[in-house]
């Protein structure tokens, strides 16, 4: 895919819709850090009725550490792998509090070094809490990438890489937030929405619809 697709790619994007945001419901940069380390193999949707009850009563690392692993578990327990994930939640409070004052890192290295939290979580932190330039590439975004000819990869590190390369940075903040949706609800796995797609014309998938 050339350049003045790809820039006509995320105008159409950034036209349909000037502000998109994470669909996870968060107030500050460590709530999002435990919706995000929650929403591993889950969705948005048992998350946020997960954090709804949780964040009223405890949403800060020293409230959940007081709160303790086993209370965690009974907010969180409809979530995939919720044991798992109390434990890293619990753990990553503990450093959280003990290392960084209660306050989540803007880093990359401290960010990775927190349980539960990998480069993926990390990007989505670095971008939405604190408006990094950075793409973190899930299932919708590797899809997109290699579906449409945007930056394929055989691997997301390698999608990642390249997306950086030819996003135009004026778009750079918003495109993981473009990308997303339009995987989860156009651009979909099994049957994608050919025929709603904003960007169709544009679009190199030698399978798409007609």
């Known amino acids: 895919m050339n350049a003045v697709k790809r820039r006509q790619i995320f105008e159409r994007l950034q036209a349909a819709n000037p502000h998109?945001?994470?669909?996870?419901?968060?107030?500050?940069?460590?709530?999002?850090?435990?919706?995000?380390?929650?929403?591993?193999?889950?969705t948005?949707?048992?998350?946020?009725?997960?954090?709804?009850?949780?964040?009223?009563?405890?949403?800060?690392?020293?409230?959940?550490?007081?709160?303790?692993?086993?209370?965690?578990?009974?907010?969180?327990?409809?979530?995939?792998?919720?044991?798992?994930?109390?434990?890293?939640?619990?753990?990553?409070?503990?450093?959280?509090?003990?290392?960084?004052n209660g306050i989540v890192p803007q880093t990359r290295v401290a960010?990775?070094?927190?349980?539960?939290v990998g480069r993926k979580t990390a990007n989505v932190i670095l971008n939405t809490a604190f408006g990094q330039p950075t793409i973190a590439v899930d299932t919708h975004i590797f899809r997109i990438a290699n579906r449409i000819g945007l930056a394929p990869g055989k691997n997301v590190l390698e999608v990642e890489q390249k997306l950086l390369k030819v996003i135009p940075k004026e778009f750079m903040h918003d495109a993981h937030h473009w990308l997303i949706l339009h995987g989860r609800y156009i651009c979909r796995a099994r049957t994608p929405k050919c025929a709603e797609c904003l960007i169709y014309d544009l679009c190199e998938y030698k399978e798409k619809a007609s």
Do not use: W
């Not at 998109?20 to 889950?42: D, N, R, W």
């Open 20 to 42: 998109p945001k994470t669909e996870l419901e968060y107030h500050s940069p460590f709530e999002l850090l435990v919706a995000v380390m929650l929403s591993a193999q889950a």
């Open 111 to 116: 960010l990775e070094a927190l349980p539960g």
């Open 44 to 100: 948005d949707i048992s998350v946020n009725a997960a954090t709804r009850q949780l964040y009223p009563v405890a949403n800060t690392p020293e409230a959940i550490l007081n709160l303790g692993e086993e209370k965690l578990r009974v907010y969180i327990q409809r979530i995939g792998l919720y044991k798992t994930k109390a434990k890293h939640v619990i753990q990553t409070c503990r450093i959280l509090v003990e290392q960084h």
